[in-house]
């Protein structure tokens, strides 16, 4: 057994409880899915079993190393952080320190320190160092086009999400460390690299432990799951193409037990009522009445049985409108060293997903869609009516100091509208939270909150489903499936897709293409590099 979480609680100061007596097994070999609601704890958990979290209770034990890579792997400040800094994350422990004592030696190039790095660098060579370098400079010729030794000193800035991503995870699943615990490997990747990815989970011999939301990925490259909920850790022996069924299941089975206890805890109650009524006829009776209000006194604090999960975190409340028969209207509109000049009309309640691999430029669009002032724009008009709203794929919302209530409350005529929407969210044990608090998926939940607040009729969405559990995921599909707006969204989630009924992408030349149908779109932009102009079934928009 690779990995053992044996009763394991841990609490914050503040006295929040995520983890409460969790125990389950991850196989040597196998890749498991750690799932469950936003803000439940799985991330907590990973840092428990890493060790960067300190128990309170029980314990985690392993027979190996093992390799945690964040959600957002990375450095404060990515203009001083290089691509090397980058690769040097997934180091395992007896290399990480002679890395970093080399590049100490590097930068100082003291006089005398000749004999010091002569002896790191033999160290660095007998614990493989050399070979983590060769495994470096395929990661970088994959991702960057480039070798080692000239991406080596590239800024983080330089790249996009995507392509941080991308490299930080091939570097982790090219090591030689023989356990990884994954934080949402898919989040910023593109339909090529989530292809990649299914395909070494399958097929990288290692233990891995990942928290995913993405459907595709959990079906296709999964052995088994371990759903987190709110009062309850259960395993799935299967991969998410069974796992709705089994839920709604056990969900049923937990319902039927909680009615069956709570009947049978009113029969007591009721009996021994009946019998103090009558405790005053004969001794017998009162002896009985007592042992019968013993009996139920017994069995209400024993407590019910397991809870049955919420069936839903979210409740949407999206109202749309029509924006006139024609929603959007860009002409010769351009980003400007990333497309070339295309014109597009969207038309009212189209819903296009925007499709293309990382850096080419969706991003920047949707962003300039965003800013348009139309009195001034030439090259985008927007319907006479149009409201648009916008949500960012990082989650930029305020200051991350500020407290969840505070960033809700203008948007509602009081503190109860106030509390009451951030139930809707799944929000309501968090209003005095900071949102640095908060997970990546109660983020996302905020921004839905206040997209929703203002009504918009064009829905610009960035990756709306990259931090949302599984059951918000459908929640937000169906909302926008019988929302009356147009919708506008970039995705990298195939399942997703199916929301959508116009398919545009984007290449790395410049060239912005429609494509005929979801099916092939798919098939398009999860290949590496493609050109659309040679491709004769794409109706080319460039001007």
Known sequence: ????????????????????????????GSVTALVGPNGVGKTTMLELIAGHKRLDEGHVRSDTEIAYMRQNPGFDDLRSATVLDALALSLPSELRPVHDRLQRLYTSAEEGDGLELAAELELWQSLGGYEAEGRWDQVTRAVLSQGLADASDRKLSELSGGERKSMILRAYLLSNVPTLILDEPDNYLDLFSKAWLGNELRGSGKTILLVSHDRKLLTQAIDRMVALEHNDVWTHGGTYETFPAERRKRIERLAKDLDAWKAEERRLYRYFKLLKQRAGASEALANRADAAQSRWER??????????????????????????KEAVRLNGF?????????????????RVALLGENGVGKTTFLKELVAADPTTDVTIRFGPTARTGYFSQNNEIDDPDAVLFDVARPHFRNDQETLAALGRYGLADHPKHKLRELSGGQKARVQLLILETGHPNVLLLDEPTDNLDLESILIIEDALLELEATQLTITHDATFTRVFD????????????????????????????FALLDDPKMLILND
Do not use: C
Request: glycine share 6%; no cysteine; charged share 25%.
């Open 1 to 28: 057994m690779a990995i053992e979480v044996q009763s394991v609680s841990f609490s914050y100061p503040d006295g929040t409880t995520p983890i409460e007596d969790v125990s389950f097994r991850v196989p040597t």
């Open 299 to 324: 069995f209400v604090a024993a407590g019910p049985p397991q809870l049955p999960p919420p069936e839903r975190e979210i409740t949407t409340r999206f109202r749309g409108s029509r924006t006139g």
């Open 334 to 350: 351009e980003v400007e060293d990333l497309v070339a000049p295309f014109s597009l009309t969207i038309y009212n309640e189209d």
């Open 502 to 529: 116009r398919f545009i992408i984007f290449d790395r030349h410049g060239i912005v293409a429609e494509a005929p149908d979801r099916e092939y779109a798919l098939w398009v932009a999860s290949h590496r590099a």
